[in-house]
């Protein structure tokens, strides 16, 4: 096994179109990292490269303590999961999984004409393997199927036992699980889990489902437009997040933005957005820009009707009056589409609320929870 690390690392096509703009990212020995985006914000690209797929510009890209910029992907010792399988068709399951385990195994001698004692530990350790990764992602029964006689799922899982058996120091994950049905992708995305688990292998996960990446990153690097924005944690991306894009792609449903400027009184700090305003502590490192304009941020789920009891209490100070103009039922909550004055947000309110469309109802904000965003630069004030 190996960490990866990044070294300002820059890859542009043609004369101005940068996919990955002086990216600086350490992913340790044995981690679960993901790169989460939009799509073209460059984290295919950042994963290509370390598979040698795409040359980077400039920078240095690290495998363990080898710089291996120039290294053919052959030598680099990664396995690659793509996000179309790229199964031969017209190979059994043994024989794809064991297909790059022959071509490693047997390099410098042909297999064909191999006999002897050598031909026969070769042949007898890839089937071990090829057995092994089967049991382990519940394929034996399918070994000798051909890829057309599979679902999506169980294509999936071969193509990770062909990586699995290869034992690299590095796996890379190309959203393995887009093809998959919702169902699928809640059940595989356990198993890639339990399978991190038990390896232990470095892994670097590409996807641009934000709750993939939440569940199953130890850490999560966040991208836009090729730069990296903030790398954490689920938890401080969820709850820190380092600017206004973060904070508005991480968390489903997507944060409330409110124009808003800060108000200090000798009654205390404020945010107001016009419409209403909420109280801030005294300390609180908006107070810098009193009188001046910022956006204020609040997740959805910290939102709640203020006639049921709430993990808060509700006070004069966090309730406002909104106006409901939509609600989509969900089975354990609703969300629903609240208006105060000019401005309109989301709510995930309880399903045992007794809210109802085109009525007016009072609700409660954690004040907690509140996220403050410089108006220009975007970044989190903290």
Not at 295 to 306: F, H, K, N
Not at 315 to 325: G, L
């Amino acid at each position: 096994m190996a960490g990866v690390t990044y070294k300002n690392i820059n890859k542009v096509f043609g004369k101005d179109v940068k996919a990955v703009d002086n990216l600086n990212l350490e992913i340790k020995d044995g981690e679960f990292m993901v790169l989460v985006g939009p799509s073209g914000c460059g984290k295919t690209t950042a994963l290509r490269m370390i598979a040698g797929l795409e040359e980077s510009t400039s920078g240095d890209l690290m495998i363990g303590e080898n710089r291996v910029n120039d290294v053919p992907p052959k030598d680099r010792d990664i396995a690659m999961v793509f996000q179309n399988y790229a199964l031969y068709p017209h190979m059994t399951v043994y024989e794809n999984i064991a297909f790059g385990l022959k071509l490693r195994e047997l390099k410098g001698f042909i297999w064909s004409l191999t006999n002897g004692a050598e031909s026969k530990r070769i042949k007898t350790d890839i089937d071990q393997r090829v057995k092994d990764a089967a049991q382990m992602l519940d394929i034996g029964h399918l070994l000798q199927r051909r890829p057309k006689e599979l679902s999506g799922g169980q294509r999936q899982r071969v193509a990770l036992g062909r990586a699995i058996v290869r034992k690299p120091k590095v796996f890379l994950m190309d959203e393995p699980l887009s093809n998959l049905d919702a169902k699928l992708r809640i059940q595989t995305r356990a198993e890639l889990i339990r399978l991190h688990r038990r390896l232990g292998i470095t892994t670097i996960y590409v996807t641009h489902d934000q709750v993939e990446a939440m569940t199953m990153g130890q850490r999560i690097a966040v991208m836009k437009d090729g730069l990296l924005q903030q790398c954490d944690s689920a938890e401080n991306v969820y709850n820190k997040p380092a600017n206004k894009f973060v904070a508005g792609f991480i968390g489903s449903p997507p944060m409330n933005f409110l124009d808003a400027k800060i108000v200090s009184e000798s009654g205390g700090l404020f945010v107001d957005t016009g419409d209403f305003r909420l109280p801030l502590p005294k300390d609180h490192p908006a107070a810098a820009y009193a009188g001046k304009a910022v956006t204020l941020g609040i997740r959805p789920e910290s939102i709640y009707d203020a006639t049921m009891n709430n993990p808060i209490a509700t006070t004069k100070e966090n309730t406002i009056d909104a106006t409901i103009d939509v609600i989509e039922p969900l089975g354990h909550e609703y969300v629903a589409y609240l208006k105060v004055g000019t401005h309109s947000f989301l709510a995930s309110i309880d399903a045992g609320s007794k809210i109802k469309e085109n009525s007016q109802a009072k609700f409660c904000l954690n004040l907690d929870a509140l996220h403050i965003f410089d108006a220009e630069t975007e970044q989190a004030v903290r």
